[in-house]
């Protein structure tokens, strides 16, 4: 959706979205006096406002409904430009935010340059689809979670251990081995924990079918051990079209996996990750770096590499030895998804300077 001309367009249009109303703010080229307009945040609403300025470039910042709104205005022939919500710094850290100051800023900031604005792609309509079932079994998994700790909770209160086991077995273990009657409440605690395993496991299959089906780069990606369908799927579907990286490497930066820098003169100061990209697929490949390093982790140059790391000395030596690995991991994911190469976990990472630390 973005464009590589900045020149200056003859009508710009920033919109501060809100869930149920959104301010435009409407800058001619050469007008200092910009012009607002008020809309409800819904399809019909927006469409009609902007109707008198067909082609004109507009910007909207990252948020709900930044991604349906910007599929629809650039089938409609506007140069649409969502930019990143934590880089407009100057409307993130004034002290006069207001609807209509952010619409004007976003307007200003898309008329003199649109790479102030960190511009980001926006995802397919289908993909998000997909996507949104991996979020889904997240989401279940997290309610899972709660309530088994939760029975575990108040089980230890009452001076006993429920089962150490996996989530997906413990109401049938605990049946057997302790009963449901333990304190009041944990047979319908279990009941809910084995119904949202089930539909964990249906999910889990959609996602091996859909996969199979619609994905089949993700098989790909699996050759690496650590690596399953969840992490696969999530990866294919965040990064969507591996060519508009021009190398491997940038990716991690992508995903908010290499160092913040605020380096000034002589001072270098070692900084946390940016965390700048997509949460959940950080989340899969620090997971799966856990595995690589871990005692189940099979010989590779992704686990000498990570062990490198981890002998450094420091307590945080461990902690970033998890880190560098995820980095390095999503680069060679990304390049075995370019290249369709087979994956040879000892002497791949030196075919190519992508891969290199």
């Given at each position: ?197 089930e539909k964990i496991a249906r999910l889990e ?153």
């Amino acid at each position: 959706m973005k464009r590589d001309s900045i020149e200056t367009p003859e009508m710009t249009i920033g919109i501060d979205l809100g869930d149920r109303s959104s301010e435009l703010c409407m800058l001619g080229r050469g007008a200092h006096k910009p012009q607002f307009v008020s809309s409800k945040t819904t399809r019909t609403a927006l469409v009609r406002a902007l109707r008198p300025y067909r082609g004109a470039r507009v910007i909207m910042e990252t948020g709900t409904h930044s991604p349906w709104l910007a599929r629809l205005l650039d089938e409609l022939g506007y140069e649409v430009i969502v930019a990143h919500a934590r880089q407009v710094h100057l409307i993130t850290h004034s002290d006069r935010k207001d609807d209509r100051f952010d619409a004007e800023q976003l307007a200003r900031l898309g008329r003199v340059d649109p790479a102030l604005l960190s511009p980001v792609s926006v995802r397919s309509e289908q993909v998000s689809r997909d996507l949104m079932i991996v979020k889904t079994r997240a989401s279940l998994v997290t309610m899972r979670t709660v309530m088994v700790n939760q029975a575990r909770g108040f089980a230890k209160s009452l001076g006993h251990r429920l089962p150490r086991c996996a989530p997906s077995a413990l109401p049938k273990r605990l049946e057997k081995q302790i009963g449901l009657d333990l304190f009041p409440g944990l047979r319908e605690q279990m009941e809910m924990i084995a119904l949202l395993s089930e539909k964990i496991a249906r999910l889990e299959h959609e996602i091996e079918r859909l996969s199979k089906d619609c994905y089949p780069q993700t098989m790909l990606l699996r050759q690496i051990a650590g690596v399953g369908p969840i992490t696969a799927l999530t990866f294919v579907l965040t990064i969507e079209d591996p060519n508009r990286f021009e190398r491997s490497r940038m990716v991690g930066a992508y995903l908010g996996l290499r160092p913040r820098k605020r380096d000034s003169g002589q001072r270098h100061p070692q900084l946390r990750i940016s965390k700048a990209g997509d949460t959940m697929l950080r989340y899969l490949l620090v997971q799966a770096a856990h595995y690589i390093l871990g005692p189940f982790g099979p010989d590779s140059d992704l686990r000498r590499y990570g062990e490198r790391i981890a002998t450094r000395g420091g307590s945080a030596a461990k902690k970033k030895a998890v880190v560098a690995v995820a980095r390095k991991l999503s680069v060679l994911l990304h390049r075995l998804w370019i290249t369709g190469e087979v994956y040879e976990p000892i002497g791949y990472g030196r075919l190519d300077e992508d891969l290199a630390a």
